[in-house]
């Protein structure tokens, strides 16, 4: 017995240790596991701010000082009678190129579009031909466009045509069904446009110099929103000349603790972050920033005008909620915005890419074996594809609005926003 217990004791002692130290090394490596994951989910919202947002915003501000500088030239020339098709093209062109970065900055409208009421002052539609007609035949509205602040008067005094500002009223302008507007359009004296006819065509011109401005400001905004002193000269000095924008916000262009927007997502954890942990800033990118954007674009873009055409619509669809209809660029925005996902979740801005940066979502899915990664790459890669095919038929979207393709686009970018949310819920469960 005693020989027996003496083992017995051992054993226990033995037994002790090992529970002892096998506990403190579980708890060890408890330890450093959440310490690897914060570190990786750091580093992925840091890349996420530095090489996808912040460079977008950066391009949208730059590309809207050159399309304000050709509808400037546009304006000019059709005063003095020098107008070009090359002028016109060269505004079309401009304005293609800044709507691009704009509809690929879609995926991250959470913070200061959203909070700063930016996205509808710069992107809603349909465009209110009565309120464009009233307005340009409006002495006071003509005196404000032409005067010294016009950028300033159209972000101030818009409340009777604030359905014609932005993106969509340069749209109008600038293009006309799917092709740039004409040489001769733009020099006739007046619209040609059935119902439109009493607008001169210079107070058009001059209009889009206005409302060029105003976008300019306020995509300087967003910017500088995200970025505040780390924004470049440009932009703080666009922000700076333009300080009605700064006053029309609740916290001087940026967020509520006074920093930019990217210093809040990339501060989880702390008194300045937007989130209180690195998995909730995550899965903030995945399901507000992302699904977001997938939701508005198979529900409303898209599902607003393909209801109606099919006949399953109700009071709250409408038959002209198409975006982009004047350029019939309407397939190329919403590819746009499905690219603004793929940037995201690649963390790099490459459309094109097979590989995802290193510090990005895809890569930590990758790598930490998500069994969702396959079904949520392929999903991506179907709603570009078919959004691709759409974009190629020849048939545009305002033209056939309850297409067959159009109902692939639908059930193409729904399932990707499936495959969104299963990534967003995984994500919040990593430790």
């Not at 977008?56 to 590309?63: M, P, S």
């Not at 401009?94 to 913070?111: I, N, P, V």
């Not at 949520?376 to 979207?397: T, V």
Request: net charge negative.
């Amino acid at each position: 017995m005693k020989k027996y217990f003496k083992y017995a004791l051992l054993f226990a002692a033995i037994s002790t240790m090992t529970l002892t130290t096998t506990s403190c090394s579980s708890d060890d490596n408890n330890e450093n596991t959440e310490a690897t994951t914060s570190s990786e989910m750091q580093a992925i919202a840091e890349n996420y701010v530095k090489n996808v947002v912040e460079p977008t915003y950066t391009d949208l501000a730059t590309n809207t000082q050159t399309l304000y500088e050709a509808c400037q030239n546009l304006y000019a020339k059709r005063k003095a009678g020098t107008l070009t098709q090359t002028d016109i093209d060269a505004a079309c062109n401009a304005f293609k190129t800044a709507r691009k970065y704009w509809e690929e900055s879609e995926s991250f409208l959470y913070g200061a579009a959203t909070d700063n009421n930016i996205d509808p002052h710069i992107d809603s539609w349909p465009l209110d031909h009565d309120q464009l007609v009233k307005a340009l035949n409006d002495k006071d509205v003509i005196a404000g466009i032409n005067g010294a602040q016009a950028d300033k008067f159209v972000y101030k005094k818009n409340h009777d045509f604030d359905s014609v500002l932005g993106f969509h009223g340069l749209e109008f302008i600038l293009f006309r069904n799917g092709a740039n507007r004409t040489l001769a359009a733009l020099t006739a004296e007046n619209e040609t446009e059935k119902q439109l006819t009493s607008i001169k065509t210079l107070d058009e011109c001059a209009f889009a110099v206005a409302v060029a401005g105003d976008l300019r400001n306020m995509t300087s905004l967003l910017a500088y929103g995200w970025m505040g002193d780390k924004a470049s000269e440009s932009v703080k000095n666009t922000v700076n000349a333009a300080k009605w924008t700064l006053d029309g916000t609740h916290y001087a262009g940026l967020s509520s603790k006074g920093i930019g927007y990217g210093l809040e997502v990339i501060s989880a954890g702390s008194a300045n972050g937007m989130f209180p942990t690195w998995q909730e800033t995550l899965q903030n990118i995945f399901v507000g920033g992302c699904s977001d954007i997938c939701q508005e674009v198979y529900t409303q873009k898209l599902g607003q005008a393909y209801r109606v055409a099919t006949g399953q619509g109700d009071d709250q669809d409408a038959a002209d909620y198409i975006e982009s209809p004047y350029s019939k660029r309407s397939f190329q925005d919403y590819q746009d915005n499905i690219y603004s996902i793929k940037n995201s979740l690649y963390g790099l801005r490459d459309i094109n890419a097979t590989v995802p940066a290193k510090n990005s979502l895809m890569n930590y899915m990758q790598q930490h074996k998500y069994e969702g990664y396959t079904a949520l790459n392929n999903a991506l890669n179907e709603a570009i594809a078919a959004l691709e095919s759409a974009k190629n038929s020849g048939k545009a979207f305002i033209d056939a609005p309850g297409d067959a393709q159009v109902k692939n686009c639908i059930e193409k970018v729904q399932a990707l926003d499936e495959a969104l949310n299963a990534a967003g819920a995984w994500i919040i469960r990593q430790k």
